[in-house]
């Protein structure tokens, strides 16, 4: 415990430091809040999305700030644990009055946070890094009041980028192996319900549990009915078992992976020459100015290029607030949930990372012109649910190695909704 | 379906017994609930993991249809030597002070802390990936109609078979055997007979040892070596003791392959996802109607 608080000390004096920079000599703050997960089963990979919010906070105050005041990030470390995010995010809504919070990375926590505190009192939350399917079909059922928003792109994507591609390739019958978390459920689920739109049959679906001694009967059980392949969902370490395990119980080669396995030393345990086939997708991205620009003011920041996956997300997460707060020349909940789109989407002016690209902002508000904010992640447009969408990319592994093939696009993935949507 | 399942649940469940009886020893004979045994198992593959990688260069010819050569079996040797000689060192090093004070509580926990220590060490010595004996995969053949196991897996339970048996005569021939159980029944009787304490101390953790290294082993062959092996293992390896009768060698045995098979035919009435309950149930089950276990003795 005490380990985590002085984390959250240091982190709290390492924003406030910045925050009270001599460049911005605002009087006033204004202070928003954030849960992520610093240490817990998804520690490792918080500290490190953390700083990319963190980026974001300096960024908007060496442009002078939100509306002229000094922005302030008050962020909590969740422990991997809901019942740890729940009361963080209760202090900063109860206590802070924060009118917004970035996080939780985890859909688990996210959820937590969003069905107990952030929707029932009327508080944006924005995540960087939950793509759990459920969170859309909860705002679909009205539960999130619109103040539910996510910067990745949902799994539901991932699950029609994948049914489109196991059809083209001639796939009819498939085996479904998944992880018994929102992660692998919610994958499995859409992927399922597209596969059979498309024409495909689910010959199995089959949950596995994380850390058992074996997956023997799982893959027997997912033989059953005579799959042509397997769509595999988890992560490298029992994943690993659960396709060694599929290949030696005489299981076709063909594998579906989706980007939790887009990992060489995946490819490089099971045996490339045992997997005859693989057809994998993974969130692609778009390449733009935003993203050169966010790399850079990271190095310059910390010393080394952002490495890991959804550091962006968090920064554009932080940015989108702090652009609704300045173009709704108000700090409340809803001027951010109102204007995220107006500072989002595809119409008026391209706006683009760092403090020249907020800037730019300020100054089209001032002149009353629209504009959009191209993210380090990608052009950004919000769904009425709260969902970005994003191009998926295909991959393979051609000579052992993972290498990516293709690419979908946003309006790929949209008409295929449309078609067989729900 | 149902062969299938059966065959799955007793490769597994060999894994296990071999791994429960150097449970139900040490709880035996030096009286407390090793929670570190699970680590001797990591060990036990690790250091196998060691001499195949290390002969890897001229490992030629496998044995038949198996997926290994001799450099397997000089390995299955060589890990149990060393993984008994890490068994000593620990016993020497804090199990033999606390044993001293007799109290009961300190040596569980301390042996959860050796077992944490043991883990993370093979973390910090062979990383955090998980490794394999051979890159090779064995396609499963068709022994019976519809049943499919692989070479290696009939290997795994054949040798298990072959190991109990060598231990049941080797508890029930051998001097130093009997003097094992005679410590178990009743340590001070044992030592006013004659019998030297500290001897079987070591004795005990030499056969445990072998038989967790062994068994770690025949994990890393059938599944995968990974640092968390023995600690995911452990929660079955003592609901395999306890089913059988905490003590009692032969329940150890049946207690591993009931868990191990129970696991694999849940499979046939419900979703995976609620296998590792089945295991525990069971056990909840066998204990409330008999609450030493199947085998155990009453006295106890």
Known sequence: MQKHLKKTLVASAVISALSFAPMAAQACTTTIGSVMALTGSLGALGQSIAKGAELAVDTVNKAGGVNGCTLKMNLRDDQTNPAVGVAAAKQLVDINHVPAIVGALSSGVSMAILTSVTAPSHVVQISPSSTSPSFTELAKEGKTGGYWFRTAPSDALQSVAMAKEARANGLKRVAVIYVKNPYGEGLAGEFSSYFKKMGGEVTASVPYNPNQPSYRSEVSSALQGDPQAVFLIGYPGDGTTVAREWISAGGPQVFLLPDGLESQKFVNDVGPRYMKKVIGTAGGSVKTPSLTIFKNDFKAKYGNYPTQAYMTNAYDAVMVIALAMEKGHGTSANVIKDNIRQVTGMAGEPVYAGVKGFEKAARLIKEGKTFHYVGATGPLTFDKYGDVSGPMAIWTVKNGKVEQTGMMSVKEIDAIIKKYGH | ???????????????????????????????????????????????????????????????????????????????????????????????????????????????????????????????????????????????????????????????????????????????????????????????????????????????????????????????????????????????????????????????????????????????????????????????????SGILGEKTR
């Open chain 2, 1 to 291: 379906m149902f062969g299938q399942y059966l065959a799955d649940g007793i490769i597994l469940g060999s894994t296990l017994a071999l791994g429960a009886i150097g449970l139900t020893l040490t709880y035996n004979i030096l009286n407390f609930a090793n929670f570190a045994h699970g680590s001797l198992l990591t060990w036990g593959a690790y250091f196998a993991w060691i001499i195949v990688v290390a002969f890897g260069g001229v490992q030629g010819a496998t044995f038949g249809p198996l997926s290994f050569g001799w450099p397997l079996v000089v390995a299955l040797l060589f890990t149990a030597v060393m993984t008994s000689i890490l068994a000593i060192i620990v016993d020497w090093l804090v199990f033999r002070i606390l044993r001293k004070t007799n109290i009961q509580v300190s040596l569980v926990i301390a042996s959860f802390g050796a077992s944490l220590l043991l883990r993370n060490l093979v973390v910090v010595i062979f990383g955090p990936e998980p490794q394999y004996y051979s890159e090779n995969i064995q396609i499963a053949r068709e022994i019976f109609p519809g049943v499919r196991v692989t070479p290696d897996q009939i290997f795994v339970v054949c040798l298990s078979i072959i190991l109990v048996i060598l231990l049941h005569l080797f508890m029930t021939r051998t001097k130093l055997g009997k003097a094992m159980r005679a410590t178990a029944d009743n340590t001070s009787l044992a030592q006013v007979t004659g019998i030297n304490i500290n001897n079987i101390v070591r004795w005990t953790w030499i056969v445990g040892a072998s038989l967790a290294a062994v068994a770690g082993v025949f994990f890393g062959l059938t599944v995968q070596i990974l640092p968390e092996m023995g600690f995911n293992l452990l929660l079955f390896l003592f609901a395999a003791a306890i089913l059988g009768g905490v003590g009692s060698i032969y329940g150890a045995i049946l207690g591993g392959m009931v868990i191990g098979i129970a696991a694999d035919l849940s499979v046939l009435f419900i979703s995976p996802a609620y296998k590792p309950a089945v295991a525990f149930t069971l056990m909840i089950l066998v204990l409330l109607i008999r609450p």
